[in-house]
């Protein structure tokens, strides 16, 4: 048996799969239950605790839909690292997760000089039809599908390459060629995953997606790049400090 000893209280208001999944829930964060391990079938943990598997299924899914297990065939269902947690700066999730220990890895899935969209030539300051370099890229964490970052900026401000892209984050490239990013303008929302969009992250059709769309400038006003991201909101936390004025 891989797991906490689990009681439910039948005579509860609080329905039992909620029960269930709760207490697995402060196992993990407590540590009893690591990254790795396995948990029992849902007929072994229907059979341990007298509950119906429809609603130990519901359970399961429940820790499923938070980011705390995910199911793998022919591996069974795995407690995994928990969400990424990022504080909204004026920083780069490339090295964000290598500052918190995770292990970013990139795979690019688009690199080409193209006519700029409408909507972001406004954002750029730029004329709509005109050149610009658009990235898509698939970030993942620990081997996990995390976000997917779609970026445009001006032609002949930086050389951007395969290799750097893979290995380096977009704002670590700028600053290596002697950029310096001071400030953008960013906006922040939640949509639903598109059919194409769940196959990359892992998710289901419809499942719940954070965005980012934010437009940086360096040090003399001047836009270097337009970004619309998407995150998997079963992995990923914007935190926000606020303070009184």
Same mark, same amino acid.
């Given at each position: ?7 439910? #209280? ?29 948990? #029992? ?53 490339? &090295? ?9 890895s ?6 080409a ?14 004329t ?9 890229? =698939?970030?993942?964490? #620990? ?75 360096? &040090? ?7 970004g ?9 936390? =914007? ?7």
């Open positions: 048996m891989t797991g906490p000893e689990i009681v439910v #209280d039948r005579s509860s208001p609080v329905p039992l799969y909620f029960q269930v999944a709760e207490q697995f829930s402060a196992a993990i964060q407590r540590g009893e239950l690591a990254p790795g391990d396995r948990l #029992d079938s849902e007929l072994q943990l229907a059979d341990r605790l007298g509950l119906s598997r429809p609603t130990v299924r519901q359970a399961i899914q429940h820790l499923v839909d938070k980011g705390l297990i995910v199911r793998r065939r022919g591996v069974g269902t795995q407690v995994i690292r928990g969400e990424v947690r990022r504080a909204v700066e004026l920083t780069s999730l490339h &090295d964000d997760l290598a500052r918190t220990g995770r292990q970013p990139t795979s690019v899935l688009e690199l000089t193209v006519a700029c969209p409408a909507q972001v030539a406004t954002a750029l300051g730029v709509a039809g005109s050149a610009v370099q658009h990235l898509r890229r =698939l970030r993942f964490a #620990d081997g996990e599908p995390l976000a997917v970052m779609e970026n445009w900026l001006p032609p002949d401000l930086v050389r951007l390459t395969l290799d750097g892209l893979q290995s380096r984050g977009l704002y670590a490239i700028l600053r290596a060629a002697g950029l310096r990013v001071r400030g953008a303008q960013q906006r922040i929302g939640a949509r639903a995953a598109t059919a194409a969009e769940a196959q990359m992250l892992g998710e289901r059709r419809g499942a719940p997606l954070l965005t980012m769309t934010r437009t940086a400038y360096d &040090d003399q006003g001047r836009y270097v790049e337009h619309a991201h998407i995150y998997r909101a079963s992995r990923y936390v =914007l935190e926000v400090t606020v303070a009184e004025r």
